[in-house]
């Protein structure tokens, strides 16, 4: 059994490095051994695990290392960026006292991208892939710098490595994406359903991908294979909060407000995101409960002032959900415009141009509008928001095509079909 | 109000999440792929009765199967073609002549209920079985560039994979009602299995990670300890496979097919008495971008692991090495030569730790065997009936196992391999205590099928479950 049998190394190695001092290969036979044999814990579990490898033998890196890979999974997890900052700790002083340190430099990447530090990111990741051109992680990391700074071409690029290297669920799920943000849905969700068969020993993994699965057939109209994707996701990860989320957005598609509010209401509990909070709002105001609503409001108002007094400056998030309500349009389009610094992808360019327009500045959210749309991405919002900035530009005609190309992808889109009522 | 409830818990909660709350997608990136991972291979003329012109291959994936793990059990990847590969000319030069593909499809039945399989079932196609699998067998010939397809068995039934053994209120009378069912005989004759099986793989893992603190006698075994089969070398031994199952897929074949010319082989110096086997598995390449240059949207499949022997990547390939080797061709694997004939694990642990005296590299002895890494069968090796069959194989006179006659699930390929790398083949070394090594355990902790697919049947889950007692371990299984 190829498992076990390297468990024998772990042993050879304290022996041998007692006799024969330390070798570096037979550290890295540590490694595999821990990997294979820790796969199957929980998360808590590596973290509790490998805090007590480090404080039992603080000289080993590898151990260090290991544990800012767990902080950061916890943090795919829970969206606790405390643990995000442990992580950072950890590599900080792995890097200095070994500032070549290789898996420390692969984390740092990560830990880059979950700041969104996308440029830092995408040097990193281009330097790594130069000392490891194999390792298929790093181009992984890499294209995913390119797609959130709007680099499509070297995305691809990046993205088609790390596939030839190793397909599996890390590139399945990239690939399927890129095929999803340039139009091709039949073949993006073909290849996330390889994505989810490939799998991942980490439940949380597969149950992403799922949750990906689902967005693609909620945005398409497909509500029924949409349920069965973010209850499988469900299955696969009880508890997962862009599944209950994903579940919620279903439910209240088909109008059944009090069923969305309860999944909403679960995944708020488990992520305060401001997107559930704006969700909530809406639902809670479908159901005629303003009071209910209004702390859904405030609570969106707190996030946002937490933000600001941490000096955030950009976040698309906010600046649509302010935009989508006309809440103070003015910070959207601030948001909105700072985030442009720190990527420039097509839903970087959908917040900019929503907020724009919520501002009237026309001209200038058509200008960001074909920015957004220049992929073909099958986003019915994409649409909707080009659909009224259209129609203020006095094309008409353009307007009632674009809102009609939102209901074609999602029929279940309340405000298109209003709107589309409206111009008819 | 919101705005009244005390503020500064509140916000430590929300400040995290709206620190970064515009978000971005963060693709998870794997450490571990644990579908596509191989465990071990076996190859060996079938010792069931009247089928000794058959040879049988069987690998064994996704190790350490709690079987207990409901609701969803583990199931064949959808994603991944497993194949054998074949090689039996050229003078076995590790490249693939057939290859025999496997691949699965998952048909997630009406479900009313969350767990995969409900109810007392009754057979292998009941309704209760809402997570159902099936396969296709793709046979190539890669000389003639030819493929057979089969989709059934000869009577037309689905190629269906075996559901998990869930205990006796569900899965009742196992091995008769759904075991045995499971296999099936295609068209042309060769018979099938795929599904959860009792892990044949034996090893005192618990001693040997506790830094080599091998349970008396072993790792010295002499004397009645160094048992042939049955009974347990050292009586405290524990095997760290016990009670944990394997997904397995099994074929049998006729002699007739691995030899070269097509003929049953009996003088074992002609070119048409041995063939090399390796498992491996494969995954798609999908393309990012359409364009209408490149109208392929799916193009070749790339291996991601394979298995030849036992021990190959465990004892002898350098770790920063694994990814490579296991994308890389047996045919190609003289680039490993320098490891593999300079073993760290006879350097560094028997003659460094023990103070062994071992051959001095390179050791032509184990590049024979692992060069090109395949499992090698002498088809003129007549099957040794199970009651004659000695655990250590050539080592102790059975020339029918590893690594002469193929692998056998009896075979205990930690001892032979702990005495091959001593040096017990080489003229000089085959001497005590080079040759009584051993971890321990000399036998699989269930009885092992005489018939196809020959590992045992899986172990239940309500027996793995229960509190007190063995967690399944060393029960029989199947009833």
């Known amino acids: 059994m190829k498992l076990t049998i390297s468990l024998l190394f772990v042993a050879a190695v304290a022996l041998a490095q007692d006799r024969a001092g330390a070798d570096r290969l ?46 950061i999974q916890k943090v795919r997890e829970t969206v606790d960026f405390s643990y995000l900052e442990r992580a950072h700790q950890v590599l900080q002083n792995v890097l200095s006292q070994d500032p070549k340190n290789y898996e420390a430099q692969r984390l740092r990447t990560e830990i880059a991208l979950e700041r969104h530090d996308f440029h830092a990111a995408a040097q990193y990741s281009e330097t790594l892939t130069q000392q490891a051109p194999n390792d298929s992680w790093n181009w992984g ?46 073949n993006g969700t073909k290849i996330m359903k390889m994505a989810i068969a490939a799998g991942s020993p980490m439940k949380e993994n597969t149950a992403w991908c799922e949750v990906e699965l689902g967005k693609m057939y909620l945005k398409t109209g497909k509500l029924k294979e949409a349920e069965d994707a973010f209850s499988s996701s469900l299955r696969n990860f009880a508890n997962y909060h862009p599944a209950l989320s994903g579940l919620a957005q279903v439910q209240a598609s088909k109008h059944d407000w009090k069923s969305a509010i309860a999944n909403m209401k679960r995944a708020q509990a488990s992520v305060p995101m401001p997107d559930y909070a704006a969700a909530l709002y809406d ?139 409206e111009l008819s | 109000m919101f705005n009244t409830i005390r503020r500064t818990a509140a916000l430590a909660a929300i400040a995290s999440a709206t620190m970064f709350a515009a978000s971005h997608r963060n693709g998870p990136l794997l450490l571990d792929d644990q579908t596509a991972n191989l465990n071990d291979l076996y190859v060996f003329r079938s010792y069931e009765t009247g089928k000794s012109d058959k040879v049988v291959m069987s690998m064994s994936a996704q190790g350490f199967q ?85 989709t059934t068995d000869a009577n037309g039934h689905a190629l269906s994979v075996a559901p998990p053994n869930l205990g006796p209120k569900s899965t009742p009378n196992y091995e008769a009602t759904f075991g045995q069912p499971s296999v099936f005989t295609l068209s042309n004759g060769w018979r099938v299995f795929a599904g959860p099986r009792d892990d044949a793989f034996f090893f005192d893992s618990g001693a040997t990670f506790d830094t080599l603190n091998f349970r008396a006698p072993a790792p010295i075994l002499t004397g009645a300890a160094d048992t042939d089969a049955g009974g347990a070398a050292s009586p405290t031994a524990v095997d760290g496979f016990a009670g944990y199952n394997i997904s397995l897929i099994a074929v049998e074949v006729p002699v007739t097919y691995l030899s070269a010319d097509g003929t049953t082989p009996t003088d074992p110096t002609k070119a048409n008495a041995k063939a090399g086997v390796w498992a491996s598995t494969h995954r798609q390449i999908v393309t990012l971008r359409p364009s209408p240059q490149d109208p392929i949207h799916y193009g070749n499949y790339v291996q991601i692991d394979r298995v030849g022997n036992p021990l190959t990547v465990e004892a002898l390939i350098p770790l920063p090495l694994k990814d490579f080797w296991n994308r890389s061709e047996p045919a190609n694997d003289q680039q490993f030569a320098q490891y593999i004939g300079n073993p760290f694990f006879a350097s560094g642990v028997l003659n460094g730790v023990f103070g062994l005296k071992v051959p001095p590299a390179p050791r032509n002895d184990i590049l024979g065997v692992y060069v090109p890494d395949m499992t090698k069968i002498d088809l003129t090796i007549a099957p040794t009936p199970i009651a004659s069959q000695k655990r250590l194989g050539p080592l102790a006179g059975d020339n029918a196992g590893w690594p002469f006659g193929g692998r056998r699930p009896i075979d205990d390929v930690v001892d032979i391999g702990f ?61």
């Not at chain 1, 550290?27 to 820790?38: F, N, P």
């Not at chain 1, 007590?52 to 890979?69: C, E, F, I, S």
């Not at chain 1, 008409?396 to 309340?414: C, Q, T, V, Y």
């Not at chain 2, 009313?112 to 190539?140: C, E, M």
């Open chain 1, 26 to 71: 037979m550290q890295a036979y540590q490694d595999r051994v821990l990997t294979e044999s820790t796969s199957s814990l929980k998360t808590d579990d590596h973290i509790s695990m490998y805090q007590t490898l480090v404080k039992a033998q603080p000289d080993v890196l590898h151990y260090q290392n290991l544990l800012a890979g767990a902080y």
């Open chain 1, 141 to 186: 990391t890499l294209g995913d710098a390119q797609t959130e700074l709007g680099n499509y071409d070297k995305a691809a690029d990046a993205y088609q490595k790390m596939m030839n290297i190793r397909p599996d669920l890390s590139s399945y799920n990239r690939a399927a994406y890129f095929r999803f943000l340039y139009g091709d849905v039949e």
């Open chain 1, 283 to 421: 639902y809670y105001t479908a159901l005629g409960d303003t009071k209910e609503a209004k702390k859904q409001k405030e609570m969106i108002e707190v996030i946002d002032q937490v933000g600001q007094a941490a000096q955030e400056k950009a976040n698309r998030n906010i600046a649509i959900i302010f935009a989508d309500h006309n809440w103070n349009p003015g910070r959207a389009l601030e948001l909105a415009q700072n985030e442009l610094e720190v990527r420039g992808d097509v839903y970087t360019y959908d917040a900019l141009a929503w907020a724009l327009f919520k501002n009237k500045k026309y001209a200038e959210a058509g200008e960001a509008m074909k920015k957004a749309t220049r992929l073909g991405t099958p986003e019915p919002a994409f649409y909707y928001h080009a659909g009224l900035i259209e129609n203020s530009l006095g094309h008409k005609d353009e307007a009632r095509e674009l809102l009609k190309k939102a209901l074609e992808l999602n029929p279940a889109f309340d405000q298109a079909i209003a709107t589309l009522k």
């Open chain 2, 66 to 150: 709690n079987p207990d793990n409901g609701p969803s059990y583990y199931k064949f990847s959808d994603s991944v073609l497993y194949r054998f590969n074949i090689n039996n000319q050229r003078g076995l030069d590790g490249r693939p002549d057939y290859q025999i593909d496997f691949v699965f499809q998952t048909l997630l039945r009406p479900n009313p209920t969350f767990v995969s399989y409900f109810g007392a079932l009754k057979g292998i196609d009941d309704p209760g079985i809402f997570l159902y699998q099936t396969f296709v067998v793709v046979v190539r010939n890669l000389a003639t560039n030819t493929a057979q397809f089969f």
């Open chain 2, 419 to 479: 005495r091959a790398l001593a040096g017990v083949l080489v003229n000089g070394f085959g001497v005590a205590p080079n040759n009584q090594l051993g971890d321990g355990v000399n036998q699989n902790d269930v009885p092992l099928l005489t018939r196809f697919p020959f590992h045992a049947a899986p172990h239940s889950g309500y027996k793995h479950s229960q509190v007190e007692g063995t967690n399944g371990k060393g029960q029989p299984t199947g009833q």
